[in-house]
């Protein structure tokens, strides 16, 4: 299973100091692309995306992470830190055992 990450430049920088396939985003159609990529290729099995570029495709991640089992998308905060908005990881796994 290989990891592929969904960000912008720095945080792509980060992951692929750590040998992470990476794919840099700046805006809606270029996120659409590196998510599709992402669906077809079989070896990838985790999507790490960041909340701004996210937000960018709601609609398709919603359908991917609620129809799709693979690959497991999750969001994460870009080297500029979380969304104030957003809820924190352990608030969103209490709401997902509380289901």
Not at 2 to 28: N, Y
Not at 71 to 96: F, H, K, N, Q, Y
């Amino acid at each position: 299973m290989q990891i592929f990450v969904i960000a912008d430049h720095s945080t792509c920088l980060a992951f692929s100091l750590g040998g992470i396939t990476t794919r840099t985003v700046k805006g809606r159609e270029e996120a659409l692309a590196a998510l599709e990529f992402a669906i077809d290729k079989q070896k990838i099995g985790l999507v790490l995306i960041t909340e701004k570029i996210a937000a960018l495709v709601r609609s398709e991640m919603d359908t991917i992470i609620y129809t799709m089992h693979r690959p497991l998308v999750v969001e994460i905060p870009d080297t500029s830190g979380s969304l104030p908005d957003r809820p924190s990881a352990g608030e969103l796994m209490i709401s997902l055992m509380r289901q």
